[in-house]
């Protein structure tokens, strides 16, 4: 009996440690599992911090470039072709009649010259937007568009126009020239409306075309021609807003929305 | 004593019918039709072994000897847990080693056989030989998915193997020494096949837990 009493406290040890190697065993792989969720999010965060870096640099290359050819054109093309201007006009004063006609032809040809370059100079340089902001970096967009006669295009602010980190709005600008030229290239449609949104917390920007659309298509020459849409999404995707498309026989409508929840303004 | 000896029949009568548990939860993915390559045997076996405790139970109530039906169980058993790692596990050295183990399984239950030649007394030594593959199986099987989490994230705890594995290692650690002393023990102390049937409930639970989860 005492030798059966042994073997039941045995048994019953068994079972007992039993439960423990099941509640060891649970508790060590949750312990890995944590640990391994921890790893991989440091790993994402190390790699969206990296993205950011080369995005970073890359904007700022692109920013040093733009300015310097803008100012290239502003300063040295600009000036020459005001020379060629005041050249043609010194030769038209002593000429007459089809020829004069012809030279002033040039002269106004040369004069519209000019004024494209410097739009184009205007366009391309970040200067407006870092004196005057984006709503006004955008409604020069505007301007030259409908001053191309392409499509006609209009912009409505709400809220109270705001200024806010250089960086992010760069990005912005240009992720919304990126959309406007889409549009411009192939919606087919004739109007084009921004709508800028801004409130404590978010900025939104609503890029509406009634153009005939795309088709969430590989197919589709909108989405498949160069690395438009891609990078929009990661430049999207690096200063960490929202990128939503809704396209439909009747238009395209782009939304880029930021947060500032955590960020400074 | 008599409380104790109404109290193991009842937890007896209980670990039998808590199999329809997870047999119930079962359900889910059947109804989802998200049966897997786990999920499906498991309810098979679950089924067999349900429709076997319910034989046994009767020829119980009939005073007649159901040893056999265990006997005919075990083989069944053990090739049913064997055969799920079987399936849901893809490295081919612990594929091999299961059909190993069953087939050394087969060899020694068929000396047992011919060597008692008869079955008038509880499977002891299958059982002890059953219960150390799959405590083996199951410790694998951990020690893999451990080595898993930390590559990629899974949440282990919406595996169903996880608690497969958690269930197995669990009931047949616990039952190890009740199975190698049973024949001796129960002779002397009856109401001690109780703390099986308290492993058995606990295990069960642990079983339905696995057909809960979202099976991938």
């Known amino acids: ?265 | 004593m008599i409380l104790l000896d109404i109290s193991s029949k009842l937890l007896s009568r209980i670990s039998l019918f808590s199999i329809a548990l997870p047999l119930i939860c079962s359900l889910y993915p059947l109804i989802l039709r998200r049966f897997t390559s786990y999920s499906r045997p498991f309810f098979i076996l679950l089924l067999i072994t349900f429709i076997f405790e319910l034989f046994a139970l009767y020829l119980n109530t009939k005073k007649s000897s159901n040893l056999y039906v265990y006997f005919i169980l075990t083989y069944i058993e053990c090739f049913g847990y064997s055969y799920i790692y079987y399936k849901n596990i893809t490295n081919k050295k612990f594929q091999f080693l299961i059909g190993i183990c069953y087939v050394f399984f087969l060899i020694f239950s068929a000396f047992y056989i011919i060597q008692i030649g008869s079955f008038n007394h509880f499977n002891s030594e299958m059982r002890v030989i059953e219960s150390f593959s799959l405590i083996v199986f199951s410790m694998i099987y951990l020690y893999i998915l451990s080595n898993e989490i930390s590559k990629k994230p899974i949440n282990i705890l919406q595996t169903p193997m996880f608690w497969y594995s958690i269930g197995i290692l669990f009931y047949f650690t616990a039952n190890f020494f009740m199975f190698l002393f049973y024949n001796r023990l129960t002779l002397i102390i009856p109401q001690s096949w109780v703390l099986h049937s308290v492993v058995n409930i606990l295990c069960n639970c642990i079983f339905a837990i696995s057909f809960l989860c979202k099976a991938k």
């Open chain 1, 1 to 265: 009996m005492q030798s059966e009493i042994s073997t039941l406290y045995i048994v019953i040890t068994s079972a007992f440690f039993g439960l423990l190697l099941v509640i060891f065993v649970i508790s060590f792989l949750l312990i890995t599992q944590k640990r391994s969720f921890k790893y991989i999010e440091n790993i994402a965060e190390m790699k969206k911090q990296y993205e950011s870096a080369i995005l970073k640099s890359q904007i700022e290359v692109q920013a040093q470039t733009l300015q310097h050819i803008s100012e290239e054109i502003h300063d040295n093309i600009g000036q020459l072709l005001q020379t060629t201007r005041l050249n043609l006009i010194n030769i038209n004063r002593n000429l007459s009649g089809e020829q004069a006609q012809m030279i002033n032809e040039t002269k106004e040809i040369v004069v519209d010259i000019s004024a494209e370059l410097r739009h184009l100079s205007k366009s391309i340089s970040s200067k407006r937007l870092a004196d005057f902001g984006l709503a006004e970096a955008i409604n020069y967009q505007i301007m030259r568009i409908n001053k191309s006669n392409e499509m006609s295009a209009e912009m409505v602010i709400t809220g109270e126009n705001k200024k806010f980190n250089p960086e992010i709005e760069l990005v912005i600008f240009r992720m919304v020239q990126e959309v406007l030229n889409n549009a411009i290239k192939h919606s087919r449609g004739s109007e084009i409306k921004v709508h800028l949104t801004f409130t404590e917390q978010s900025l939104s920007i609503v890029i509406a075309d009634n153009g005939t659309g795309f088709t969430n298509n590989t197919s589709d020459k909108k989405f498949s021609d160069g690395s438009g849409l891609f990078s929009l999404k990661e430049k999207a995707k690096n200063i960490n807003c929202d990128l939503n498309f809704v396209s439909n026989s009747e238009g395209t409508s782009v939304t880029i929305t930021k947060y500032f929840k955590n960020e400074t303004y």
